[in-house]
Every structure is written in structure tokens, then in C-alpha cells.
């Protein structure tokens, strides 16, 4: 089940707010890439580092090229490659 996430993220200062948001999408962003079958890093962040952990972590592909990406139908599994 997908659930959507909506309210105020309000806090004392722009900071805790921003940091408080960031959070947020951090926890969304791994829920979501927990889904996956592969990851394509198209760029290096503290958090598209978390997301390469939890899919390396699960034995699944991490791809830095788009042509490396097989393709087929949306039902077969990627090929392991990392």
C-alpha cells in the first residue's frame, strides 16, 4: 500500500523545518528504493549513498549507465550487476 504524506512540517526555525523536511524525504526516498529491483546513480550524495547501501544490501544491481540497463519487460529481473 502507497501512502501519501501530507501536512505542515513546522518547527521553531527555517532551519529545523529544513532539516526536519530533509528527513522526511530521506525516509520516503529508502521506503521507495526498498521497492526496487536496481538502482541507476546518476550522481553522488550522502543520500543516493543510503539508497546504493540498502540495494547493494539486498543483492540487487546498481547501474552508472543507462545502456547497461537490460531491456525487456517490466516482469523480468534485472541481471545482477554491480
Same mark, same amino acid.
Given at each position: 500500500? /502507497?501512502?501519501?504524506?501530507?501536512?505542515?512540517?513546522?518547527?521553531?526555525?527555517?532551519?529545523?523545518? #529544513?532539516?526536519? /523536511?530533509?528527513?522526511?524525504?530521506?525516509?520516503?526516498?529508502?521506503? /521507495?528504493?526498498? =521497492?526496487?529491483?536496481?538502482?541507476?546513480?546518476?550522481?553522488?550524495?550522502?543520500?543516493?549513498? #543510503?539508497? =546504493?547501501?540498502?540495494?547493494?544490501?539486498?543483492? /540487487?544491481?546498481?547501474?552508472?549507465?543507462?545502456?547497461?540497463?537490460?531491456?525487456?519487460?517490466? +516482469? =523480468? +529481473?534485472? =541481471? #545482477?550487476?554491480?
Amino acid at each position: 500500500m /502507497l501512502i501519501a504524506i501530507a501536512g505542515p512540517y513546522s518547527a521553531e526555525t527555517t532551519e529545523q523545518r #529544513r532539516h526536519n /523536511l530533509d528527513a522526511l524525504n530521506m525516509a520516503i526516498s529508502l521506503t /521507495l528504493v526498498d =521497492q526496487c529491483e536496481a538502482i541507476l546513480v546518476i550522481g553522488e550524495s550522502p543520500g543516493a549513498k #543510503r539508497e =546504493q547501501e540498502l540495494i547493494r544490501s539486498k543483492g /540487487l544491481p546498481i547501474y552508472t549507465d543507462v545502456a547497461d540497463i537490460p531491456m525487456g519487460s517490466a +516482469s =523480468q +529481473s534485472p =541481471q #545482477r550487476v554491480t
